[in-house]
Every structure is written in structure tokens, then in C-alpha cells.
């Protein structure tokens, strides 16, 4: 995956999409899958909105059913078998245990209604059905739980997943299709030829340079920043979007021992929280907030509300481990881009559904929207494009979606069969061998070589887990451009290291240099802002 110049540039492709997270992504992959020829340009980094800032969960949301949102929990949990299928090593099935205390609205009836339906429509093997048990059986699996006012609970299935690996490797499929993608360029304005939308205007960040994309369709797939591409075709009367801010806060598994996502409710306003262990052995992750937001919606983090809110329930669900800001490894905080509701809907029970319109000048705008159904939600917008181009175009033919059938790069059976080979004799430990292929896939085979041709590329730096070939491929294979890019959303190093992984920042940098050829100030403001968005995104923690 390279991110393309403008010699590459077609004179006028099928589809531009605006937008690389999660949603544009899919938009992408589905669109050249069909044989569509497609521009997807991000104005940040990929996946660097609320792409790599969600639950981490591949889910049907069975909360969602509290709110008779039966439509969106079917077509989540349908989704959910979908992924495990086309992306495996991203969609890793855990088991969850919904709590009930006294006290609770839902009762042990009514939970075992809405599991039952939850298993009704993912039509999971039988043995992959929720079962009810009692207080006892909860506190023999996690005997740290809170048991006063303990009932019992629903013990069902879920996925967890790496969101920003999830929109790299749907990207990787996309440009194996032949899309052409680049991040850090931003469409600064649109160009509307006889009342239609037929290209936009693109400058890169990093460069400066200035591109024109020629389109006979746009898509605009910008997350919580799509009022402000809609403002580029025709200000919106209305705000499209009412973005809430959810924050996570990262715990050591040492200092919070949980080793089952559990559902409960937070003493302080009775909203369901979720303190999930994070695959790695060593985390838990506890989430989310939900709060209007009215700032910045390139400046969205964690505050000490927000981190009094989440320990609060963490130590209501683990009494034992009194848990305070100085255990926070990292946080993250992301906007959800809800669809604007009628005034006095709670957050929580604004709708997670999605939207998708078409503008006075012919772009499609998609709104709202969930990680579990962006591949749905992606072949929904390609069928409008579809179509546009038949009638607008003459372009008769365009197939059905494939992507249900189709696995993204790195989830094939054969990919993930040779990855294990090449991986179990590679010259690295068996953590890392793990890691390279939870994370990888069978894209792990190229990190495997890389070992193998030099093994140096395989030894953790000092100081840190992350080795060079993690690093390289970050850079070679999946289009990091900044350090931040590297640490965060390729690597996650930032997720999980209570420093940011800050002694791996130099190496970065340096290979970065070696690729790229960066000049010295570049290089500084990338440490620095890297460094800032760490400061940002972590409690007290110093060692």
C-alpha cells in the first residue's frame, strides 16, 4: 500500500471518497472490489478519528435492545459473523458476563430474553449460546467482583478487535483492488461543474503540494467531520451530527485483576460500563463515557471528569483494587458521531443507526454509523454510486457487493496458514510471534521475512516491546507517514505502554528519515507533537 502521486491519478475516476476511517474504508475496498475505479484521501492519518478511539469490539450492542433498536442489533450481530469470517485474526471471540445487582431494571428474565435473542440472530452454533448463571458461578470465574447485591448474570459471546489495524488491513484489501489512497491530504475545496460535484481540491499536509481529483461520484465518509465537508457543497441548515465523547482509561491487569469483559452499571447515573481485558494478558481497558460535546473536533480528550467517572466504576466493580488516576497507563477519548436527535434525547439513547443522503450537487454524504456495520453500511453508499454512474454515466453493470464473501487482507485462510509457518521459524520470542500474528494476520509473513533477513529487525528496542520490523512494515506496508502514525494507530505501542512507548520514539524517527528523507525540523515536530498527544491521553503514571 503506497500512497499515490499525482502521475498515478486517473483522468477521471468512478469514485472519490473523502474520509479514511473506518466507514471511507469500506466504502473503498467495496467500490474497487466491483471494479470501480476509486480516490480516498484523509485529511489526518488513517483510522486517527474515532476509528482508533472506540470499545475495540466487533458486537451486535446488546444494550442497544434496551432502546428497541432491534433492526441495528440484528444487523450488528449478523455483521459480527461476517467479520470472523473475512477478518479472523481481528475478530477475536471472547466471553462476557452481563452483571445483575439488585437493584437493576433488567431482571434475570428479561436478560435472558435479550441474550436469547442476541443468539437467535447471530444463528451461532449451539455451543456458542448464552447461558444464566448464578451469583457463586460469577464469583468462581472473577472472584474480585463486587459481590454485594450480586445476582447472577448472562455469560454470552463477543469480539474484540483492533480497530485501527481493522481500517488498515480493509484499506490494504481496497488498494489490492486497485484503489489509489493517501493519507494527510485534505480536500480544501469541491469542484461543481453543470450542478454536479465532479472532483475536489486536495492539499497535502506534509508537502504542501496542491492535487486536483476528478470524479464523476463523491462520497463524503468523514466521521464527526462531515458537516464540515457538507459546508464545502452547501452549509447545512442543521448540524447533521450530535457528537458525545466516549473515554477509556487503560488499567494494569496487576493493579485491576479482571480476566472477563463484564457488563454493570455505573453507580453514578446507572449507564451500562465495561471494563474489558484487553487480549494482551497484562490490561484492562474500562470505558465509555457518553457526554455532548461541544469542542473541538480536532482536539477531543480525556478530562479529570471523565477519569473520576470511569475509576469510580471501576472501583464500584472491583472493590479491592481502589483504583485512582495514578494507575491510568493511557486513555482515549472519541467522538461518536450520532445523528442529530430531537432536543432532550439522552446520549445514550440516541440512535447508533446511520443515515445516508444525497446533497443538491450529487455528493453522498454517510452519517452515523457503528465499526461492527461499516462493511454493511459500505455497500449500501456503493449501491448509490452504482446508481449515480448508471444514470448519470451510462455505466451499466456494476456487480453486487462481494465483500461479505471476501476476506480482507491478512484474514485469508491460506494468508493466516502461511503467516503461522513463517512466523514459527522466524528468529524472534514467542511473544512476539504471538503478537505478529493476533495483530498481523497473515501479513505477519512480512514481518517473519524481515526477521529473517535480518534478525536485529526481530529483538525488541531497549526499553520497549516494539522491534524494527514492526516499525518497517509500519512504514513500508501500511503508509505511516509520522511517528504518531507508527505509535498509534500501526503499532498501538501508545495504547498499552504507560509512557507512550516513549524509547522507541528515536528509532522511529530514524526510519521514518531513512524512508522518507524528512528534514531535522520535521523530524522535532513530529517527536513533539507525538509527545503532546501522550501528555494529553494519560493519567499520573510515571514508572
Do not use: C
Not at 459481590?147 to 484489501?173: E, F, H, M, N
Not at 465532479?198 to 458537516?227: C, K, S, Y
Not at 491510568?328 to 432536543?343: N, Y
Not at 529483538?459 to 507508527?486: F, K, N, Q, Y
Request: no cysteine; charged share 20%; glycine share 10%.
Amino acid at each position: 500500500m503506497k500512497r499515490f502521486s499525482p502521475s498515478d491519478l486517473p483522468a477521471e475516476a468512478d469514485l472519490l471518497v473523502i474520509g479514511g476511517g473506518i466507514t471511507g474504508a469500506s466504502v473503498a475496498r467495496d467500490a474497487a472490489l466491483r471494479g470501480l475505479s476509486v480516490v480516498l484521501v484523509e485529511r489526518d492519518d488513517f483510522a486517527s478519528g474515532t476509528s482508533s478511539r472506540s470499545s475495540k469490539l466487533i458486537h451486535g450492542g446488546l444494550r442497544y435492545l434496551q432502546t428497541y433498536q432491534f433492526r441495528m442489533v440484528h444487523e450488528s450481530v449478523r455483521e459480527r459473523e461476517t467479520m470472523m469470517r473475512v477478518a479472523p485474526h481481528l475478530a477475536d471471540l471472547q466471553p462476557f458476563m452481563y452483571l445483575l445487582y439488585d437493584g437493576y431494571p433488567e431482571g434475570k428474565a428479561l436478560l435472558n430474553l435479550g441474550l436469547t435473542f442476541y443468539d437467535a440472530f447471530s444463528r451461532a452454533p449451539l455451543k456458542r449460546r448464552h447461558r444464566m448463571i448464578g451469583r457463586d458461578a460469577v464469583l468462581r470465574r472473577e472472584p474480585h467482583l463486587n459481590p454485594t447485591g450480586l445476582k447472577g448474570a448472562g455469560l454470552y459471546q463477543d469480539a474484540l478487535t483492533d480497530d485501527a489495524r481493522l481500517v488498515i488491513d480493509v484499506l490494504q484489501s481496497a488498494a489490492q483492488a486497485g484503489a489509489l489512497l493517501a493519507n494527510h491530504r485534505e480536500v480544501t475545496g469541491l469542484i461543481r461543474e453543470h450542478g454536479r460535484i465532479t472532483g475536489a481540491e486536495i492539499t497535502d499536509r506534509l508537502t504542501d503540494e496542491h492535487i486536483t481529483v476528478r470524479a464523476r461520484t463523491v462520497v463524503n465518509a468523514a466521521g464527526p467531520w462531515v458537516d464540515r465537508v457538507l459546508g464545502l457543497e452547501q452549509a447545512p441548515q442543521y448540524p447533521t451530527l450530535r457528537p458525545t465523547k466516549g473515554v477509556h482509561i487503560v488499567l494494569r491487569t496487576e493493579d485491576f485483576p479482571l480476566h472477563t469483559a463484564v457488563f454493570l452499571r455505573s453507580p453514578a447515573d446507572s449507564r451500562v460500563v465495561w471494563p474489558t481485558p484487553a487480549g494482551d494478558g497484562r490490561h484492562v481497558y474500562v470505558g465509555t463515557t457518553d457526554t455532548a460535546y461541544h469542542g473541538s473536533l480536532d482536539d477531543v480528550a480525556a478530562d479529570e471528569e471523565d477519569f473520576a467517572y470511569l475509576l469510580q466504576a471501576a472501583n464500584h466493580a472491583l472493590p479491592g483494587a481502589q483504583v485512582d488516576a495514578g494507575h491510568i497507563v493511557a486513555s482515549w477519548a472519541g467522538l461518536r458521531p450520532l445523528i442529530a436527535a430531537e432536543p432532550g434525547t439522552p446520549n445514550s439513547a440516541a440512535s447508533r443507526e446511520h443515515t445516508l443522503t444525497t446533497g443538491p450537487y450529487g455528493m453522498i454524504t454517510a452519517a452515523g454509523g457503528k465499526l461492527t456495520t461499516a462493511r454493511l453500511m459500505a455497500a449500501q453508499i456503493v449501491d448509490i454510486v452504482a446508481a449515480q454512474l448508471r444514470d448519470l454515466h451510462a455505466v451499466r453493470g456494476v456487480p453486487p457487493s462481494t465483500t461479505g464473501a471476501t476476506a480482507v487482507s491478512g484474514g485469508g485462510a491460506g494468508e493466516i496458514f502461511r503467516a503461522r509457518q513463517a512466523v514459527a521459524t522466524a528468529p524472534v520470542a514467542a511473544e512476539i510471534r504471538r503478537r505478529w500474528l493476533r495483530r498481523y494476520g497473515g501479513n505477519a509473513t512480512a514481518l517473519a521475512r524481515t526477521a529473517a533477513r535480518n534478525p536485529a529487525d526481530g529483538v525488541p528496542l531497549d526499553g520497549s516491546e516494539l522491534t524494527r520490523a514492526e516499525i518497517r512494515h509500519a512504514i513500508h506496508h501500511d503508509m505511516a507517514m509520522t511517528v504518531s502514525d507508527v505509535l498509534i494507530r500501526r503499532t498501538g505501542s501508545f495504547f498499552w505502554a504507560h509512557d507512550g512507548d516513549a524509547a522507541a520514539i528515536g528509532d522511529v524517527s530514524d526510519l521514518l528519515d531513512d524512508a522518507y528523507g524528512y528534514p531535522p525540523q520535521q523530524r522535532r515536530t513530529q517527536q513533539d507533537e507525538y509527545r503532546r498527544w501522550v501528555a494529553r491521553n494519560r493519567g499520573t503514571r510515571s514508572s
